[in-house]
């Protein structure tokens, strides 16, 4: 069997039955990856909230503070914003993932007024793109938590499948892409609510599992957030309690432990550096009040943005993920 031929197989034909394994209807909103989120490239991070009834972006660029309302399709279907760098051009593209259908839309800020159109993915799937060969140049990927593997692209294909597999995780689990090496590639990660355990194959050593990183660090409905909080240049491993809304850190320069009581109970966890100091700030969006959080780790100021939007307008700074 072909390569290609494999590959459809194992992402539009496996069952998808273990889905109700899942975190048992609770919903749980969260950017478990993270992108940064700069449409103006100006190295200060913009804010952004996605109405999914309407399928419209309401953002703010910092090069002009300016708000910006932008409709992107006139359809009932769902799409959600899977925004990154894939041009490497410095800005971040607006590109959708149409969960039932497993089509990619995107909008890249190098080629304007043109879109591109790919299929990659079924239903069930959890889109992440990872930055695998360029340093902070994004490719589409997804993970099946049924099957328990990833798609990842692979560099200058000659023939077969532009694809390759990576077995990593199972339902229930929560996939991430983040830099935890420190070589400016995507590690992928998994964290197991059930053990608290972050399981993580690194690009330093080809991904192999044997040669991956475990670290126990958070238990049961716990959000993680993973970002370099401690601007070392690797990501850091950090969950979002809701029950007592408090960040727990494991910071990667010198591996200490530190807790950050920050948030409402029903906020949308995420980070982004906002003020371009290097460091990212905690970002609440909380759909109810439609209000931003703020917490500038360094200074420790806090801001609060009230924004006009929709009601159900969720924040959009990097790839959300919904558990039900
Ligand atoms: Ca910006
Ligand atoms: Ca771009
Ligand atoms: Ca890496
Ligand atoms: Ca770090």
Redesign the pocket.
């Known amino acids: 069997m072909k390569p290609i031929l494999i590959l459809s197989l194992l992402l539009f034909s496996l069952p998808t039955f273990l889905l109700d394994f899942k975190k048992d209807k609770l919903i749980i909103l969260a950017s478990l990856s993270n992108y940064g989120c700069d449409f103006d490239g100006d190295k200060l991070g913009d804010l952004a909230v996605w109405d999914p009834h309407k399928n419209t972006l309401y953002f703010q660029l910092t090069s002009d503070n300016k708000f910006y309302v932008k409709k992107f399709f006139d359809s009932d279907l769902n799409y959600n914003p899977v925004f990154a760098d894939y041009d490497g051009d410095g800005k971040t593209d607006f590109v959708f993932y149409q969960i039932d259908s497993g089509q990619w839309i995107s909008y890249l800020s190098s080629q304007p007024g043109i879109s591109h159109k790919m299929f990659l993915g079924a239903v069930c799937d959890h889109p992440v793109p990872v930055s695998l060969y360029t340093p902070k140049k994004y490719d589409i990927a997804v993970w099946r938590p049924n099957a328990g593997i990833w798609a990842l692209p692979i560099a200058n294909e000659q023939e077969g499948s532009p694809y390759s597999v990576h077995y990593q995780g199972g339902a229930s689990d929560s996939a991430f892409a983040g830099d935890y090496d420190g070589d400016g590639k995507s590690d992928l990660g998994i964290w197991r609510s059930e053990t608290g355990f972050w399981h993580i194959d690194k690009s330093s050593t080809k991904y192999d599992p044997n040669q991956g990183e475990s670290v126990q660090h958070g238990t049961g409905w716990d959000i993680i957030v993973p970002n370099?909080?401690?601007?070392?240049?690797?990501?850091?491993l950090v969950f979002w309690r809701p029950e007592d809304q408090t960040w727990y850190f494991i910071?990667?320069?010198n591996q200490s432990k530190n807790n950050i009581k920050f948030g409402d109970k029903d906020d949308i966890p995420s980070s982004n550096d906002l003020n371009g100091d290097g460091t990212p700030e905690l970002v609440m969006w909380n759909m109810n009040k439609k209000s931003w959080n703020i917490l500038d780790l360094k200074t420790q100021q806090t801001y609060s943005y009230k924004w006009e939007v929709p009601d159900g307008s969720l924040s959009a700074t990097s790839v959300l993920e919904k558990y039900e």
């Open positions: 370099d909080y401690d601007a070392d240049g690797k990501c850091d910071y990667s320069s």
